[in-house]
């Protein structure tokens, strides 16, 4: 299975702080990667497919870049409404994987 | 609107059976891949299985395969895992989920059920 190494595993930040975080492949996935939020209680929310692609709907504060092995996720400027977890998930193999995901609190 | 509402879950004695079902409407069901994702208490999100539009396709984590089985019924449709052999480890909130695309039998899930929830305890 491809292993999904997402860091930091959690982080604290403020209100308008800009927030990278990365996602690894064990192997080459080409762009096949998306972003999730999962916010507590609600159901995870897809922000970004294809590693760069912004879902419809979705606030353009939300970005992504990468491709093959390395990829991030950039929320430009963090707003109350962004704690959540986000999550990585690859789908160029089966099994589609999620990375450990990353803890966004203020 | 585009919809996806699971039911069947609840309290089973490990080694029992359970069946979820996930009821979509505001969209054409039979155009998309769906899959189950499941998220542990305290854990991340995993992936259980997936069926394509068509049926033709089916997929399965490797913890589930021999003892989950994923159907649909495009004529009313809904979604369907079976769980068999259930074990401690399975417990936890089952989504459906669609895929995004209309070709292939993966890619992102952009629309996802409530969730519902299966504890495996004796």
């Known amino acids: 299975d491809i292993q999904m190494t997402q860091s930091p595993s959690s982080l604290s930040v403020s209100v308008g702080d800009r927030v990278t975080i990365t996602c690894q492949a064990s192997?080459?996935?080409?762009?096949?990667l998306n972003w999730y939020q999962h916010k507590p209680g609600k159901v995870p929310k897809l922000l970004i497919y294809d590693a760069s692609n912004l879902q419809p709907g979705v606030p353009s504060r939300f970005s992504g870049s990468g491709s093959g092995t390395d990829f991030s996720f950039t929320i430009s400027s963090l707003q109350p409404e962004d704690v959540a977890t986000y999550y990585c998930q690859q789908y160029d193999f089966i099994p589609p994987t999620f990375g450990g995901g990353t803890k966004v609190e203020i | 609107e585009a919809q996806l509402v699971e039911s069947g879950g609840g309290l089973v004695k490990p080694g029992g059976s359970l069946r979820l079902s996930c009821a979509a409407s505001g969209f054409t069901f039979s155009s998309h891949s769906m899959s189950w994702v499941r998220q542990a208490p305290g854990q991340g999100l995993e992936w259980v299985s997936a069926i394509s539009g068509s049926a033709r396709n089916i997929y399965y984590e490797d913890s589930v395969r021999g003892r989950f089985i994923v159907s649909r019924d495009n004529a009313k449709n809904s979604l369907f895992l079976q769980m068999d052999s259930l074990r401690v480890e399975d417990t936890a909130v089952y989504y459906c989920a669609r895929a995004r695309r209309t070709t292939g039998d993966l890619s992102g899930f952009d629309l996802w059920g409530q969730g519902t929830m299966v504890v495996v305890s004796s």
């Open positions: 192997q080459d996935i080409t762009s096949y």
